[in-house]
Each structure stands twice: as C-alpha cells, then as structure tokens.
C-alpha cells in the first residue's frame, strides 16, 4: 500500500491577511490549481478536521490559545505582531492547520497512507509556546509530532525543516523535549535571526545555516550529509515535514538560489530515508514560499516526489549535483 494523501480545508482559504500581504489566500488557491493537473489523480484528497484544544496545547500554553482565538475579529483585520494579521476566517482556518497534520498523522499510523501532504495556511514554524510571529498563530508541525508521541505513543519523532527561515518556534517547543529531532536548512542571517550551528546537540538539534546566494550543489551536499546522516542516525518511527518553498530563487522574501529540481530531489531523499528508517511513514505541511508560481510548480515538484513520480519542470539552470 502506496497511497499519499492530500489533505487541505477551504477555511484555509478564509484567512486574509489584507492587500499586499506575502501570505495570502492566493498562495493556497496557486497550489492548489496546480495539483489538479492529471499526474496528481492518484492524491486521496479530505477535507481537514480541526484540531482540539488539547491538541495545541501539547505545545502551546492554554491561555496563548484562548487569547489568540479570542484575538479573531468579528470583521475586518487585527495585528497580532508586526506582520501576523488576523481576519474573521483566521480561528477556523488556524485550527484546520493545526487539525490537518493531526489527522495525517493519524492516517499513517492506521496504516491508511503512507505519506501525505497538508495544504494549508497559516503557517506554523514561527509560532512560539505563547506568540504568534512571522505569519504564524499555531505552530502545525509541532502540533502533530506531540501528537505523534502522545496519542499513538511513538518513541522517535524527526522534523526536518527545508523553509528557507528558521523554524524558531518548532526549536522551542520539540528540540529540548525527549524523543524529537529537529533538523533545519535556512538562511542565515535571515529572519527570524535563530538557528546557530552552535546550538546543535547530536539527536536533537541540527541547524544548517546556509548563506545568501546559496544554490542547489551547495544545497543538496549540506542537505545529504548533514540532514539525511542525522536522521538514519535518529532512527525517527515517523518523519515529519516544515515544507516551505521560499529558498525558490524567485521568492522575493529570500536569498537562496534553489529550483524546483531541488525541492523534488530533497523530497526523494526524505521518502528514501522514510522507507529506510520508519516503514515510509511521513507528513509534511506547507511553511512559506512567497512567489505565486514557484510556490506553485515548486510544491507540484513536492508532492509529485512523494506519489513517486519523476518531474522535469525547471524554471532554472539544471543543478550540477
Ligand atoms: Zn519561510
């Protein structure tokens, strides 16, 4: 059984962040024309559940949760930081974020698929335990590997990271706590100005900043050696994914040079050490990626990757690796 799913919720939809904002609605409406093309007929799309209180506040504090759902207007935008914003639609499509990577999880463990991929928005890697940043009010991915350990009772779980921002928020939450991994690529020095080497500790925390103008060889050498070696290490029983697409070399948030080659060669690599270590077992959720057609055809390359397909479209310079 082979079966990948994708999992979104048209609330994702209704989080408005107002004109002008990188994070928009129309970010989500882009990926989602784009796997309706006909080499994505065998995804097994649902429909999201939101997630539970209990849920979130596995990694969240209670009263940070209570307060930002509190925070949604009933019309209109509210500023929850600098460039977090709000909108009537923000509370249901927060909680189906949230929601979507707990039901993934819980579809791999009963065995129904074997990856999936969550389209959904707000993202969730900035999100600290009581504070919204960077676009973010809950932190999606930390939310499902608590989940991961505490409703299923698994041992190991492994996040890698391959938004080109730092994922503060899941460092604070998984990379102290026993039986998580968390392992980033990012650029540095770069919002949100975390993710130092210096900070790693073998079975962890891996941090791999990448400097400005970084591009594919570099890219997969540090990704392959550093990434890859730390999870065989792991042994992870579940591999949990941060996908943001905005280490594009078009994003306007970044600095990176990647192409969608990389983003579906990274991707081979994390099925393969899925197969290898945990029975293929992986969910990865959408982080950031800010230019409307990179993030299109860059998450087509992803999600192409994990049903197993080969993708040839490059809007960029074949990699020499
Ligand atoms: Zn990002």
Redesign the pocket.
């Known amino acids: 059984m082979s079966q990948t799913w994708l999992i979104t919720h048209p609330s994702c939809l209704e989080h408005d962040t107002g004109p002008g904002h990188p994070e928009s609605a129309q970010r989500l409406r882009a990926i989602l024309r784009a796997l309706e093309a006909d080499e994505f007929a065998g995804l097994e799309r649902r429909e999201a559940a939101p997630a539970t209180r209990e849920q979130i506040e596995r990694v969240h504090d209670a009263d940070y949760v209570a307060a930002t759902l509190d925070a949604i207007p009933a019309e209109g935008r509210r500023s929850l930081d600098g460039d977090t914003v709000v909108s009537a639609g923000s509370g249901e499509a927060a909680l189906h974020a949230a929601g979507a990577g707990c039901q993934a999880v819980d579809a791999v463990l009963a065995g129904e698929a074997r990856r999936v991929f969550c389209a959904v928005r707000p993202?969730g890697?900035h999100a600290e335990p009581a504070q919204a940043m960077?676009f973010c009010l809950f932190n999606n991915i930390a939310v499902a590997a608590a989940h991961a350990r505490a409703a299923h009772g698994l041992q190991r779980v492994a996040v890698v990271d391959f938004?080109?921002?730092h994922g503060n928020g899941t460092q604070t939450m998984l990379a102290g706590r026993d039986g998580f991994m968390y392992a980033s690529t990012h650029q540095r020095p770069l919002f949100p100005g975390t993710g130092r080497r210096q900070d790693n500790r073998e079975n962890a925390l891996y941090n791999i900043p990448l400097i400005e103008g970084c591009d594919s060889e570099l890219f997969r050498e540090h990704f392959h050696n550093e990434i890859i070696s730390a999870i065989m290490r792991f042994e992870p029983d579940i591999l949990l994914v941060s996908a943001?697409f905005?280490a594009h070399g078009l994003d306007p948030?970044?600095g990176l040079e990647l192409c969608e080659a990389d983003f579906h060669w990274a991707t081979e690599e994390l099925t393969s050490v899925a197969d290898y270590t945990c029975g293929g077992r992986l969910v990865s959720m959408l982080?950031?990626?800010?230019h409307l057609d990179a993030l299109a055809s860059s998450t087509a390359a992803h999600v192409a990757a994990l049903l197993g397909l080969r993708y040839d479209a490059c809007t960029r310079a074949e990699p020499v690796a």
């Open positions: 993202p890697h960077g938004d080109v921002h943001g905005d948030l970044a982080e950031g990626g800010y």
